[in-house]
């Protein structure tokens, strides 16, 4: 049995930001969504890069369909990596990216940060994605309860992302079995930090028609403030007959040699031109800053970026007059041969020097966590890379965690950045201060004060600095 997608998305800026750096595309096999990060110039490229670099897979004859997936997202990665060496200004930048590749029956999933994808099947609704927060992590150790999670101060803080952070980024990868009639929504944070779940869930059960569904999912967002970009990508899974094709609802013409030679050289015009003319060869919606890419050029460092490689790739198989390479030197297969051995060397490389680089500088940073139920300063940055910790206990203090207040004890609990060693050693002292409010107060001089000062808690006679 061939399946395929029925689908709908919709983004919107919201009603507090100036620029969408949401992007999403879903077609007939293949959806995606993205929500980048990086402050006034780099969330929109991240997110629109990443997007587009993974469109061309929207067909139902993927090669290695379960690699396929994952293997784009790293090649789109350091394709970000290469936008920052070119464009310092988007240091920083970086994406989530939830995607959805169907393959036979089979979707093939990739993951990354804390966009999420939600699935209606069988009457159960549920998250399937899993976020790469703090909280999460949080949650997941038995810290923290889920419902905490939701209002907690540092619910967003992101533990993985893709971008110029980590050469070789850690994806979720799963396999799952798809049925027709199943229905599934990706969406940004914007959406699930306005509306609360069962209001989700109650939209995506009850309203039939998948447009009117994220209309209405968008609308709600915006009632409630939409203080973030929110997208919304919906899909159902459903037969493939062979009277059903849908047919592309604009189509771009192709780009000849000429125009491929201008792109190449980095024209927007003809880049975005090159964009649309591959995208609108099967049914799709982009939305969000992709679709500003694309149909407008207005982010035209992917635009450009973008239409140079593809017109690059698509001018080695054309010669001057027939179409045929005319020395076999030259020739696709020839240039691969020799070509990748020096990529993968320059990629092994430069994640190898990031990740030296990483850790040196992780080593200069100071934060004040846990450790034992006493407060305590680390040296690094409270996270891990696979099974590698890149922070260590420097001091620990007598201060126990439980003689804070609520609101100290989740501040330390969640980790508190410092400028170096002194400025944690000045929070530490704060801390104290903050604990010995607690200790009894002991009159001076008395036989009693003296015996009941034996007994008193250790950071109740420690002196402050």
Known sequence: MALKLKFAAKSD?????????????????????????????????ASASTVLDLVHLDHSDIEDP???????????????????????????????????????????????????????????????????????????????????????PHKNVLLRVLGDSDASPELDVQQIEAEPGERWMLCSDGLTDAVSLPVIEQIIRNTANMDEAVNDLVAITLKNGAPDN??????????????????????????????????????????????????????????GAAQLATQTGQIPVVTQYTGERRAAALLTHRSPAAGQVLDPLESPT?????????????????????????????????????????????????????PISLSEVDTVSQVPVESLPEYSRQRVEANISADNREHAQMIIQELLVTAKQNCPVQAPGSSESSSNQAKLPAYCLEIMQ
Not at 14 to 41: C, F, P, Q, T
Not at 356 to 382: E, H, L, R, S
């Open 13 to 45: 800026v919201g009603r507090i930001r100036k620029k969408n750096d949401d992007s999403a595309y879903v077609g007939e096999y293949l959806a995606v969504l993205a929500d980048g990060m990086g402050g006034h110039v780099g969330g929109d490229v």
């Open 66 to 152: 379960q690699n396929a997936l994952p293997d784009e997202i790293q090649a789109a990665n350091l394709v970000l990596n290469e936008l920052v060496g070119s464009n310092p200004k988007l240091s920083g930048m970086g994406t989530t990216v939830t995607s959805l590749l169907l393959s036979g029956t089979t979707l093939q999933m990739a993951h990354i940060g804390d966009s999420r994808a939600y699935r209606l099947k069988h009457g159960t609704f549920e998250q399937i994605s899993r976020d790469h927060t703090f909280v999460q992590r949080l949650v997941d150790e038995g810290r923290i309860k889920p419902a905490e999670a939701e209002v907690h």
């Open 230 to 287: 929110v997208t919304v990508v919906m899909f159902e899974v459903i037969e493939d007959t062979a009277t059903d094709h849908s047919e592309p609802a604009v189509f771009e013409p192709a780009p000849d040699t000429a125009q491929l030679a201008i792109a190449a050289e980095g024209d927007v015009e003809a880049s975005a031109s090159l964009l649309r003319h591959e995208i609108s060869q099967r049914p799709h919606l982009l939305v």
């Open 334 to 386: 020839a240039h691969r041969r020799w070509m990748m051995p020096i990529l993968l060397t320059l990629a092994a490389c430069l994640a190898v020097a990031l990740v030296v680089w990483g850790y040196m500088w992780t080593q200069t940073q100071y934060f004040v966590g846990t450790v034992d139920n006493k407060v305590a300063i680390y040296k690094g940055v409270p996270q891990e890379l696979g």
